[in-house]
């Protein structure tokens, strides 16, 4: 008898891996085993069905399991990886110090940055953290008035490229600059004011503006923030240098060197002064004293009409508040006014009317 063996792939699953075909005569093969399997097995028959469905079970196992597999071999790669790397080596003080140095270099850089290195367009934009706390570095772009003026902020100065690096300049044109500065008020001083809301020029405020503008326009200032006030301004203590004085870059305050030059007058109102310290208070009265003394600016005809016909600004305002409103141009009080009078003089004649039909 001879045996001839058929060998499977050992990807089936079912045992056995091979079977023998028992030819007993010359020409007996494949046919002689289905046959004898027919004759002697009665459940040949389900048995063929029981292996066609494995076969067709089968053909469908791989299709089904192969979003598995591939997951399961992307985690079995990526252990792989991570248990291959020798984690022990970092460690090592050699490595283990670099990496705490670099980590800890990035961090304070990322800090300092948001802290100084930050640009602030505005003087709505300043946190209220930074009030009282922090000054403000930039250069004046304009002046608006004998007390105020616009500062684009640079951060960092020259040491961190502003006017010297291509990407650092500091905008020159109107529509550059829009939204882009902060609008500080000068803190504890009042200057006589521009025309401005439909109201006349107070005397002396064109003085007052073009000395400021001379002093400040287009040179580095550092500007304490005090508070923000009712005009989108923000209230601060100003700084400057220069390269002229004596000594050379002496910090000089904005506020009190107009008070030295009777240019303003120390602020007086009931609510909204701010001076930042009673030390700077009462430097900033001594300063108006000595300019009165002298007879500088606004105080030249202060002693020769021994006070009288004098006008501060902030007594100006008060009487611009009530005679010209703002939103109102300048002739519609005295038409109220003259509505008012009229008025005044009915209601007179009503009165005495009644009085006389009363008697």
Same mark, same amino acid.
């Given at each position: ?6 060998? @499977?792939? /050992?990807?089936?699953? /079912?045992?056995?891996?091979? $079977? ?23 459940? !040949?028959?389900? !048995? ?16 089904? =399991? ?18 291959? $790397? ?16 670099? =980590? ?5 850089? $990322? ?29 004046? =772009?304009?002046? !608006?008035?004998?007390?105020? @003026? ?46 401005? *809301?439909? %109201? ?6 064109? /003085? ?10 287009? %040179? ?6 005090? &508070?923000?006030?009712?005009? &989108? ?23 009190? /060197? ?15 002064? #701010? *001076?930042?310290?009673? #030390? ?13 003394? %002298? ?6 005809? @202060? ?7 004098? #006008? ?37 004649? $009503?009165?005495? &009317? ?6």
């Amino acid at each position: 008898m001879n045996l001839s063996c058929a060998e @499977f792939p /050992e990807t089936l699953p /079912e045992p056995p891996t091979s $079977f023998c075909l028992t030819t007993g005569k010359p020409g007996m093969g494949w046919w002689s085993l289905w046959s004898s399997g027919s004759q002697t097995d009665p459940e !040949g028959r389900s !048995g063929d069905s029981r292996r066609s469905k494995d076969e067709s079970a089968q053909s469908l196992w791989p299709l089904s =399991t192969s979003t598995s597999t591939s997951t399961s071999s992307q985690y079995t790669e990526w252990n792989s990886i991570l248990n291959s $790397f020798n984690w022990s080596q970092l460690k090592e003080p050699g490595n283990l110090v670099p990496t705490i140095l670099l =980590t800890g270099g990035l961090l304070f850089v $990322f800090d300092v940055h948001r802290r100084f290195l930050r640009r602030i367009p505005e003087a709505t934009n300043i946190s209220p953290s930074l009030l009282r706390r922090r000054s403000l570095f930039g250069r004046v =772009t304009s002046v !608006g008035d004998g007390d105020n @003026f616009r500062m684009y902020h640079t951060p960092g100065g020259r040491l961190a490229g502003w006017g010297w690096l291509p990407w650092k300049k500091v905008p020159t044109s109107r529509k550059e600059l829009k939204d882009r500065t902060i609008h500080i008020r000068l803190a504890g001083v009042d200057a006589p004011e521009l025309a401005h *809301f439909g %109201r006349p020029a107070q005397p002396f405020s064109h /003085e007052a503006h073009a000395w400021l503008t001379s002093y400040l326009l287009n %040179r580095r200032v550092r500007a304490h923030v005090l &508070r923000p006030d009712q005009y &989108r301004r923000v209230i601060a203590t100003v700084y400057v240098r220069n390269w002229l004085d004596f000594p050379p870059l002496r910090k000089r305050d904005v506020s009190e /060197e107009m008070l030295k030059r009777g240019f303003a007058t120390v602020y007086e109102a009931k609510t909204g002064v #701010e *001076f930042g310290t009673k #030390e700077r208070e009462a430097r900033y009265r001594e300063a108006e004293t000595v300019a009165k003394n %002298r007879k500088q600016g606004l105080w030249k005809d @202060f002693w020769r009409k021994k006070g009288n016909n004098f #006008e501060s600004p902030r007594e100006y305002k008060t009487r611009m508040g009530l005679e010209h409103p703002i939103g109102t141009s300048p002739g519609k009080p005295e038409v109220e006014e003259s509505r008012g009078l009229l008025a005044l003089l009915r209601d007179r004649l $009503f009165s005495s &009317r009644k009085k006389n039909n009363g008697s």
